[in-house]
């Protein structure tokens, strides 16, 4: 949650837990998906859990309820889902169908763009007019939420079969992506010309996280390991 006080994770045996920050313990469980849950999200006041799972279901539920069902479930996906991200009231969601699709909750609506290849991550941009898509053809694409178009592709990371998360800078002017030989890497947004290579891990980087306002990043990798990095933007990238 953005005050820090709760955490979602997301559950092999099916399942979400909201846990308290201070006591380290859950607060509240919720069941419903068949299989493995992969991401969870909140929304902007921490009032609702977004959750995508091997079942190739959306759901979400209500922390407020008592009830520990979903109050929506959302099944358009042909396959698992690998990644979500959630931003006002829009649920941008990748598959290994291969799709990228944005659900609006208050219009009723989706809109569904092929990126040909599965997904392993979707994020959105700060200004939240793009969505930065990894798949497993080893290429981030930077997309345009209103028409589907890309803009751009940054590829020299390794991203073949592992799920492998990509995100954009605080200031969204680079972007960074895990790779499943261990390095983190770094483009510029606009040319997409690699400017950084860190050999963070031993193993795939599987997860990856930008501070929402300071130069700060957060890597997590297979080997058990998670590492902060703290330098300024200017000198990280």
């Known amino acids: 949650a953005q005050d820090n006080s709760r955490f979602a994770s997301a559950s092999a045996d099916k399942q979400v837990f909201l846990w308290d920050v201070g006591t380290g313990k859950p607060i509240r469980r919720f069941s419903g998906h068949h299989q493995r ?5 909140f ?5 609702v859990i977004v959750s995508g ?13 008592q009830t520990r069902l979903p109050i929506q479930s959302i099944d358009d996906a042909k396959d698992d889902i690998t990644s979500l991200q959630v931003a006002g009231h829009e649920i941008a969601v990748g598959s290994v169908d291969g799709k990228l699709r944005v ?8 809109s569904a763009d092929d990126i040909g290849q599965p997904v392993t991550s979707v994020a959105y941009s700060n200004d939240k007019n793009c969505l930065l898509v990894s798949a497993l053809d080893s290429t981030v694409r930077l997309v345009d939420k209103e028409n589907g178009q890309i803009l751009n592709e ?3 990371h390794v991203n073949k079969e592992y799920r492998v998360v990509s995100c954009l800078s605080h ?3 680079h972007i960074l992506s895990g790779s499943e030989d261990g390095r983190i890497l770094a483009w510029d947004l ?4 690699l400017v950084r290579t860190l050999k963070g891990h031993d193993k795939t980087v599987s997860a990856l996280a930008y501070a929402p306002k ?10 058990g390991v998670v590492k902060v990095w703290s330098t300024p933007e200017s000198n990280l990238l």
């Open 171 to 173: 200031t969204d002017a």
């Open 214 to 223: 300071q130069p700060i990043a957060v890597s997590g990798s297979i080997d």
């Open 53 to 65: 799972s091997y079942d190739a279901t959306v759901r979400i539920w209500d922390c407020r309820a």
């Open 103 to 110: 659900y609006d909750i208050r219009a009723g609506s989706v």
């Open 154 to 156: 940054y590829s020299g």
């Open 190 to 193: 606009v040319d997409a010309s």
């Open 37 to 41: 849950v992969n991401c969870v999200d």
């Open 43 to 47: 929304n902007p006041d921490a009032t």
